[in-house]
Structure formats: C-alpha cells, structure tokens
C-alpha cells in the first residue's frame, strides 16, 4: 500500500468514529478505465496520485461540513457550525469546474469556506509534472489569467501525498481530546509544526 493510500485510509478510519455522516458521503472509488475515459478530452494527463486518489473514493456526495488542513488559523471545528465547510470534489466535478475551464492544467481536488476567511482551493497543477498542490482564496479565481504565474508562486504541498499526510498527522498528532462530539479542538502548536514540515 502506498503512502497516499495509508493516510486516506487513516483518514477514513478517522471519520468512521469522529463523523460517520462525512464517512459515508464517499463515493465507490473509479476504476482506471473510467477514469481514462472521464479525462480523455482534458490536455494535460493526470498524475499517477490524482489516479490513486480517485481510485480510493470519487470524492464526497453533496457539501459537508467540516474543515481541511488551512494555514494554521483555525482551532476549533464544529461539523453543524456553517462557518467551515470543506468538499471533497468527485472527479466529474473537478473536470467540470471553474479552473478546468479557464486555466486547463489546474484541477482542484478540494474546496473549503470559512466565513472569516473567504473561501479556498486545493488544486493539482496538470502542467509542472508530478503532483504540486496549489492553494489559494477564491477571490484570486478573476486574477488567475492577469497574472500568469499566480498558480506557481502558489504552490503549498510538492504534492497529493503531502497534503494528504499532514491532514492525516493533524488528526492523530494535533487534536485534544473534547467533551463534544464533532467538535475538534487543535493544539496550534503542533498544528503549526505538522504544517511547516509539509509545507514547500
């Protein structure tokens, strides 16, 4: 099993006790065949951890609330609070997408929306080879074709694998225990040393 696929499943196992809804919002992972045909049209091939990821699970049925990795800020996470909400996109989706269609080589794999910070994007960048993780707030989308080189400068993760691990590790290494169910208290420290040491 590869690293990728550990963590995802550290993840899941994660969600099957803290959030069983989120758990089972996951759709049945693709085969490559499908795959190779939902991408077949696009210009830039997938990376092989693009292709994993979406063999796992082909992303979350509906919007769910919950929060991915973020820059450090947050510390607390209530899965019926509005004020986080994060969605795993199913392949159709991320083909589908605003970035697919203006910017051709990034796909984002994950969204999220914090009403104190905007929105944001994880995507992969098709073009630079490998599996680079973009991340950036939804108020750059109309500045994406002015300024060229937005979505290099930008990238965060080096690749699939590293966003996914320290996801992962901020579960098993950063969280406190709470008297709450689905709320998550994080020891920002720790938080912030996960983030750095994936970090580019």
């Known amino acids: 099993m590869s690293r990728l696929t550990e963590a995802l499943e550290y993840l899941y196992n994660f969600l099957c ?3 069983p809804e989120i758990a089972s919002s996951l759709q049945p992972g693709l085969t ?3 795959i190779d045909e939902k991408v077949k049209h696009l210009r830039f091939s997938l990376p092989e951890e693009v292709y994993e990821l979406y063999q796992w699970r082909n992303g979350m049925r509906g919007t769910i609330f919950f929060e991915l990795l973020y820059d450090g800020y947050r510390l607390d996470i209530e899965i019926n609070d509005t004020v986080t909400i994060a969605l795993f996109y199913s392949l159709e989706k991320a083909i589908n997408s605003y970035f697919m269609k203006y910017t051709p080589f990034l796909m984002p794999l994950f969204s999220w929306y914090d009403n104190m910070v905007a929105g944001g994007f994880f995507a992969v960048n098709l073009e630079q080879g490998g599996s680079p993780i973009v ?3 939804d108020r750059y989308l109309n500045e994406l074709e002015q300024e060229k080189d937005f979505y290099k400068n930008n990238i965060i993760y080096s690749s699939l694998t590293d966003l996914i691990l320290a996801i992962a590790e901020c579960c098993e290494a950063a969280l406190l225990p709470s008297s709450s169910k689905g709320v998550l208290l994080i020891d920002e ?3 912030e040393q996960i983030y750095l040491k994936y970090k580019v």
């Open 32 to 34: 490559r065949e499908e």
């Open 135 to 137: 991340h950036y707030i």
């Open 189 to 191: 420290d720790k938080f």
């Open 17 to 19: 006790l803290e959030y």
